[in-house]
């Protein structure tokens, strides 16, 4: 089950999915490619012709993920 998560330091909001500790899928929303408002790091990269579902994950985008793990709100299934 995916569940939204919002970068706290440009407020992109993405859908994550755990499937284990270390695999997380990222599923970015179409309004992240997308300035303002969205993830600078994704819009760069779609700027110069990357797709966005090719673009990895930036440092504070990982910090919330793992935040939402910590506290609950995502999901790491038992048998991981």
């Known amino acids: 089950m995916t569940t939204p998560v919002v970068c706290g330091e440009c407020g992109t909001r993405v859908l994550c999915e755990k499937f284990s500790p270390a695999h997380t899928q990222i599923q970015w929303t ?26 990895r994950s930036c440092e504070a985008l990982r910090a919330d993920i793992e935040a939402a793990v910590l506290d609950g709100r995502l999901d790491v299934p038992a048998d991981a």
């Not at 179409?30 to 673009?55: E, Q």
């Open 30 to 55: 179409t309004g992240a490619a997308v300035l303002p408002g969205g993830c600078p790091r994704i819009a760069a990269a779609v700027g110069a012709g990357t797709p966005s579902a090719r673009v």
